[in-house]
């Protein structure tokens, strides 16, 4: 079963539990940063008087993975959309093509690995809520299958039409995703992208790919890079070191730019 989460910004109380909660299940080192970045999966931020939280929305048709060349990150059958650093050869490919621009990048690192919210996979594949809709003290961060939350969402609309939005953001944005959001504010004054497709982006992957400049040039190089990949796996494995996917491990001295 596909499983997502649903964010109500009517509900939440901005105390950032999420954030907080998602630092400790994942490892993340450092406290929780005004945006998101590889070390920050997950951030809660007031606009226009409400909170929104900011974190990858688990497309179901994932762009990022469609352009990785090296199916680094891939959509999994639970829902979440993983990472997996040792395949990751660091192109940053899915950094430009995110509809959502989430995917962030450890600048700080000699051996830099991308950093994203991974719904828990390891938790929600044991039956477990993901860490931040466990933590949330008040109904903002729900957990549960996609067509549930679609459910739970609609009768919350139903039941105070004057309170909400007639929208569930994410049910068709960007071919439609596991994290799903229901406000009494538009969207887009949240900070949520507006006029996404309603068909997913990663149908248009190869005109993606052919408007990044030298991406041919890029691909050849890949081509003849399978050494290089190789020999970047093993300096990933040592300077990553599994288990995985718990998050990326960082020098605790070293602040993320
Ligand atoms: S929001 Fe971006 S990073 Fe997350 S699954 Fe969709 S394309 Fe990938
Ligand atoms: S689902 Fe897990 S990884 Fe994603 S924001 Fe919540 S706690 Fe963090
Ligand atoms: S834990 Fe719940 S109420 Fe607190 S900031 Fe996160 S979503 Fe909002």
Not at 150 to 167: F, Q, S, T, W
Request: glycine share 8%; charged share 25%; with cysteine.
């Amino acid at each position: 079963m596909s499983m997502g989460l649903l964010f109500d910004a009517t509900r939440c109380v901005g105390c950032g539990a999420c954030a907080s909660a998602c630092k400790e299940q994942n490892h993340l080192p450092g406290e929780v940063e005004e945006r998101t970045t590889a070390y920050t999966w997950t951030t809660v931020e007031e606009k226009e008087g409400a909170y929104v939280r900011h974190l990858c929305m688990h497309c179901l048709v994932p762009t990022c993975a469609s352009v990785c060349p090296v199916a680094a990150l891939k959509k999994t059958p639970e829902g979440p959309v993983v990472y997996d650093s040792e395949k990751c050869m660091g192109c940053r490919y899915c950094m430009m093509a995110c509809p959502f621009d989430v995917p962030k990048y450890q600048w700080d690192r000699a051996v830099p690995i991308v950093g994203k919210c991974i719904l828990c996979a390891g938790r929600v594949k044991e039956g477990k809520p993901t860490a931040c809709a466990e933590a949330c003290p008040a109904d903002a961060t729900l957990f549960g299958s996609r067509a549930d939350l679609i459910k739970e969402a609609k009768k919350r609309i139903r039941e105070n039409p004057g309170g909400y939005l007639d929208h569930i953001y994410g049910q068709t944005e960007a071919g439609g995703t596991s994290v799903m959001m229901i406000s009494n504010v538009p969207f887009e004054k949240l900070g949520l992208k507006k006029d996404l497709p309603g068909e997913p982006p990663a149908l248009r992957t190869w005109q993606v790919l052919s408007n990044i400049p030298d991406f041919v040039a890029v691909w050849g190089v890949f081509l003849y890079g399978v050494h290089w990949i190789t020999a970047r796996r093993d300096v990933v494995a040592q300077a990553h070191p599994r288990p995985r996917p718990e998050g990326p491990e960082a020098p605790k001295d070293r602040r993320p730019s």
